[in-house]
T-cell receptor
């Protein structure tokens, strides 16, 4: 059973398009993180959100934490080929030390 | 380079053999985590250490798996009597506060 479900699982878009990736759960998280992973490498942290309703921006990436802290979204504006990769959300439950990772969204940006 | 390092990067072994992986965390980080990632999935938590103490183990960590961190610095993960289902990427992460920094992983293939 996967605690965090991501959608879509695969996404292929043209350079310059916008996209949104979703991360959903029935569980509440004290914080949620988004990572990007390149083939053959470990995940690299993009952002951490901790407050319900919080929105964080990282250049063309916008991250939102749901009001109930059960879900999150990642929006990319004007995608570039360098955005290609596996995007993972990961949540930490209150009192837990480990992260629960989502199923991942594999993004391909076509030039 | 002061990041997390893992060795070897790739390991191919025959079913039934034992394998050992090593993780060198970022030097000032006292927490170290092991995760397993299979193809098309997000990482799954295996175990974590605070200094040399192993504080939590996942149900995924069968009795064929053992992890150590003898001096609170590097860690090893050993798999005994490997099975084909053990084929995966084994990721190590070290943390300072809530941010986990991942190593590049060891990809294990069991033939």
């Amino acid at each position: 059973t996967q605690l965090l479900e991501q959608s879509p699982q695969f996404l292929s878009i043209q350079e310059g398009e916008n996209l949104t990736v979703y991360c959903n759960s029935s569980s509440v998280f004290s914080s949620l993180q988004w990572y990007r992973q390149e083939p053959g490498e470990g995940p690299v942290l993009l952002v951490t959100v901790v407050t319900g309703g919080e929105v964080k921006k990282l250049k063309r990436l916008t991250f939102q934490f749901g009001d109930a802290r059960k879900d999150s979204s990642l929006h990319i504006t004007a995608a570039q080929t360098g955005d290609t990769g596996l995007y993972l959300c990961a949540g930490r439950q209150t009192g837990a030390n480990n992260l629960f990772f989502g199923t991942g969204t594999r993004l391909t940006v076509i030039p | 380079d002061t990041g997390v390092s893992q060795n070897p990067r790739h390991k191919i072994t025959k079913r039934g053999q034992n394998v050992t992986f090593r993780c060198d965390p970022i030097s000032e980080h006292n927490r170290l985590y092991w995760y397993r990632q299979t193809l098309g999935q997000g990482p799954e938590f295996l175990t974590y250490f605070q200094n040399e103490a192993q504080l939590e183990k996942s149900r995924l960590l069968s009795d064929r798996f053992s992890a150590e961190r003898p001096k609170g610095s590097f860690s090893t993960l050993e798999i005994q009597r490997t099975e084909q289902g053990d084929s995966a990427m084994y990721l190590c992460a070290s943390t300072q506060k809530d941010t986990q920094y991942f190593g590049p992983g060891t990809r294990l293939t069991v033939l």
